[in-house]
């Protein structure tokens, strides 16, 4: 009860404790109450006019939401348990989203947003300074700052302070936690003694940080990276993307397909294309396809359903005085890692870029996509780095350690260097690999399927993917896709090893290899990343590269033959001189 109502305004957003409506009047002594009509009339006052409330209680006990409504202000409900646990990533999401959405469409009025959970204090605050670090170049110790000045003494739990350096990288020699406040301390009163029970009331033990324990976990390409985000945001996401690649968004129910550029497999036909147009190849790895959007906001992997997902990393401009990258769009892939005495550390290998600050480039070559990419993305990252290790002198601001993985452009080399790929440099990967792409040196980007786009894979590698389902009497039924519908595989068989519970698979998507000598499929994994299986064309491709068999020496004998051709020895002639020219 003697908790201040609200504090001072950062920007348009207030904080404040929860407001409670006329039933509680009885309990409350008339100096101490405070309403929702309060809380609007000391606003006015002031000449602050709400127009958004966000509740972040845990209960909807305190009044009801109609009576801010009926005024014409927004009520947004975020539950967020205050007791033994922060709030989780996904709330903050919604949080953000919420109140950038509502500050956006603002005109001329300038109307207040009320953030309140109990007190107004540790939800709140968390909340706030989560906006507060997505939307202005600051530092956590900052926003701490600001948010302590607004509402006095700040944030008082010490959990809440070590999840917000920890969720942005920041590791300070020092963490201030202040005192719990006085008003606290000193009131044993939960309102009609259920707050502990309903609400989770913000005292007490300090729980669990949203990431400790998870260090030591064993990371698996299955595993979903990121925090969910509201689906208004995710769909706005999409049609950019869609705007990016020039594609026409799905009309009606249609599910939105991954939008990425996929390689055809490799046979005897498509094989020519390397005599016809300039080739780069590099390895193929065996990772978890991602697309990566960065905004303002955040960073956004994209997933081969299309769906977005937020995780905190860092990607400052080229000219790091401006900020950093707004509306970028890379593709490239998720491996994991082996390495020698530190373990499996996941890193997202960048191989293409489509969009450059909100600035399309997918109808530029490969080549220079490629340079872009290095210039514009990866370099300054890694300068960043090393700045930032210098300036703190082994205690730098942001830890870039600290994300949940690495980023590097993956290398892409002259069609003579593909024997030494295939025979040194993939034997010694720290990461499991599969074949070979060829990507057109000249080629625009191609979203969805790219006939020019070619993948190689050891014979034995050559996989479909399959919904498989377990149908009546027990007969196992393998699904392809064809115009958007299932396709039953008549007569298909599937093999699978190790697996005691076949039924428990009905329903999911398996990657198959075919296994000539049993004449049927083997099941090699579940594709938990997948939610469709192959298109029809698709499986078409890999039987004919299957039926072709196009083995590693067949590769090799062709390729030995293709860069003597003119168009590749005059070109790796000019590339060699510069690079020699350049050292």
């Known amino acids: ?78 539950p967020c348990k205050g007791r033994d ?12 989203h919420e109140v950038l959405q509502f500050l956006s469409r603002q005109r001329h009025s300038k109307r207040y947003i009320l953030v309140h959970c109990t007190h107004g204090h540790n939800r709140t605050g968390f909340m706030i300074i989560h906006f507060l670090m997505r939307t202005q170049r600051i530092h956590v110790a900052e926003a701490f700052q600001m948010f302590a000045h607004a509402r006095p003494p700040g944030i008082y739990k010490q959990d809440y302070i070590e999840a917000l350096y920890k969720f942005y990288h920041e590791s ?13 301390r000193s009131s044993d009163l939960d ?20 990431t400790e324990g998870m260090d030591n976990k064993v990371l698996t390409n299955d595993d979903v990276l990121g925090d969910a985000i509201p689906y208004d945001q995710q769909d706005a996401m999409r049609h950019l993307c869609y705007q990016f690649l020039d594609l026409m968004p799905p009309t009606g129910r249609a599910n939105p397909q991954f939008p990425g550029s996929h390689p055809v497999s490799l046979n005897r036909d498509n094989l020519q294309l390397l005599r016809q147009r300039y080739y780069y190849a590099t390895w193929k790895a065996d990772g978890t396809r991602y697309m990566m959007f960065i905004s303002t906001t955040g960073c956004y992997l994209i ?4 769906c977005f997902r937020r995780v905190q990393m860092r990607f400052p401009l080229k000219n790091a005085a401006e900020g950093f ?148 009497e027990n007969h196992q039924l393998l699904f392809l896709y064809e115009r958007g519908k299932k396709k039953l595989m008549d007569g298909a068989q599937v093999s699978f090893s190790g697996v005691e519970d076949i039924a428990s698979l009905s329903g999911k998507i398996i990657e198959c290899s075919w296994d000539p000598e049993e004449g049927c499929w083997s099941c090699m994994r579940i594709r938990t990343d997948k939610s469709t299986p192959n298109d029809i064309n698709t499986y078409r491709k890999v039987m004919r590269s299957i039926k072709d068999n196009i083995t590693e020496e067949v590769l090799l004998n ?7 051709l003119p168009m590749y020895a005059d070109r790796i002639q000019r590339a060699q001189q510069l690079q020699h020219r350049q050292r």
């Open 1 to 78: 009860m003697d908790c201040p109502s609200f504090g001072q305004n950062i920007g348009l957003i207030i904080p404040s404790k929860v407001p409670l409506d006329e039933t509680y009047n009885e309990s409350v002594l008339p100096g101490k109450r405070y309403s929702s009509k309060q809380a609007i009339n000391k606003l006015r006052s002031q000449r602050r006019e709400l127009g958004l409330v966000i509740d972040l209680t845990n209960t909807n006990r305190y009044y009801p939401p109609s009576e801010w409504i009926k005024l014409g202000i927004k009520h947004v409900k975020i």
């Open 85 to 96: 646990s922060v709030p989780d990533n996904e709330s903050v999401n919604t949080f953000v």
């Open 172 to 184: 300070p020699e020092n963490i201030f936690c202040p005192s719990t406040p006085e008003w606290k």
């Open 191 to 210: 309102l009609n003694g259920e707050a502990v029970q309903d609400d989770d009331d913000e005292d007490g033990d300090t729980g669990i940080g949203m």
């Open 303 to 306: 997933d081969r359903n299309f």
């Open 325 to 472: 990258h707004n509306d970028t769009l890379i593709d490239g892939e998720m491996i994991i890692d082996q390495i020698p005495d530190v373990g499996l550390k996941r890193r997202y290998l960048a191989y293409d870029l489509v969009a450059l600050n909100h600035c399309s480039v997918m109808k530029l070559p490969f080549s220079e996509r490629w340079k872009l990419l290095e210039e514009e993305v990866i370099r300054p990252r890694n300068y960043d780095r090393k700045q930032l290790e210098f300036e703190g002198k082994g205690h730098p601001i942001y830890r870039y350690d600290m994300e949940p993985f690495s980023v590097r452009r993956k290398d892409f080399w002259f069609l003579s260097t593909v024997t030494k790929l295939l025979k040194e440099f993939i034997p010694r990967l720290s990461h499991a690999a599969d074949g070979l792409i060829f990507q057109g040196w000249d080629d625009p980007y191609i979203p969805r399927t790219h006939e020019g786009l070619l993948k190689w894979k050891y014979p034995e590698m050559n996989s479909v993917d399959f919904l498989f389902e377990i149908g009546s």
């Open 558 to 564: 062709e390729i030995a033959e293709i860069v003597l």
